[in-house]
């Protein structure tokens, strides 16, 4: 069974939004290499850490305002395949995240974005 093994929160002001979550949820950010992102630990036991973004443009030009949920699968293209079988739509094609993995974004049938990894070390 696949899991839920990673969130999202895009944002237009990643400051004012890391101030809004440690005050309000006591979580922590930490910066992740050179790009505009920061790793959100949430807490210790079981649950979820996730990231904090710059806020993406989609593809239709309109922002993503949600948490992007990230689904850890074998193989991210025959995952996106299958997804858009069952009626969903590519919202971001699938890119690398160096030395974590593959990951694409997909709109489901009622407009949600989400993502999936397929975890991969060499990814480049």
């Known amino acids: 069974m696949s899991?839920?093994?990673?969130f999202e929160i895009h944002?237009?002001?990643?400051?004012?939004?890391?101030?809004?979550?440690s005050e309000l949820f006591g979580w922590t950010f930490n910066k992740w290499g050179e790009m505009d992102y920061w790793v959100i630990l949430t807490g210790e036991g079981p649950g979820i850490d996730g990231g904090l973004?710059?806020?993406?443009?989609?593809?239709?030009?309109?922002?993503?305002?949600?948490?992007v949920?990230?689904?850890?699968?074998?193989?991210?293209?025959?995952?996106?395949?299958?997804?858009?079988?069952?009626g969903g739509v590519v919202a971001m094609p699938?890119?690398?995240?160096?030395?974590?993995?593959?990951?694409?974004?997909?709109k489901d049938t009622e407009g949600n974005t989400f993502g999936m990894m397929q975890m991969d070390p060499s990814a480049a």
């Open 11 to 21: 944002t237009n002001e990643p400051e004012r939004a890391i101030t809004f979550y």
């Open 53 to 67: 973004m710059k806020r993406p443009c989609a593809p239709e030009g309109e922002s993503i305002f949600a948490y």
């Open 3 to 6: 899991r839920v093994i990673h």
């Open 69 to 86: 949920c990230t689904v850890d699968v074998a193989d991210v293209h025959v995952a996106t395949a299958r997804a858009i079988e069952l």
């Open 94 to 106: 699938v890119v690398a995240v160096p030395t974590v993995g593959w990951l694409g974004y997909i």
